[in-house]
Every structure is written in C-alpha cells, then in structure tokens.
C-alpha cells in the first residue's frame, strides 16, 4: 500500500469541513482519501490550538 502526506492546503480543507459539521467519512469522500484524514484532523487542530495559545500570550 502506498502512503502520501496530507498537505497543508489539505488540511485547511480538513478543518473548514470539519468546523462546518462533515463527518469524518465525508471528509474523506470530498479528499478521496480514506486511511489518513483522522491522524490529519489531530494534527491540525493541535497546530491550530498551539498557534492560538501562542497568540493569546503575545508569540508568534
């Protein structure tokens, strides 16, 4: 079987579908992907609460 990164543009999508009440299984539909969309929507959601935190406290 044959693996591939997400992208970042990808999981931009995977959050705005997510936020926007998809299911995960939609999500993959809309992707075409099925095996990697979970492990990506923990991912983007801890980039995206790191960066808010970040810029609450003043960082980056």
Do not use: C, D, P
């Amino acid at each position: 079987m044959n693996y591939t990164h997400i992208t970042q543009e990808e999981r931009y999508q995977i959050y705005a579908l997510k936020k926007a009440g998809h299911t995960q299984s939609e999500i993959a539909s809309v992707l075409e992907r099925k095996s990697t969309i979970s492990g990506s929507w923990h991912a983007t959601v801890r980039a995206r609460l790191s960066s808010q935190t970040s810029a609450e406290h003043g960082g980056g």
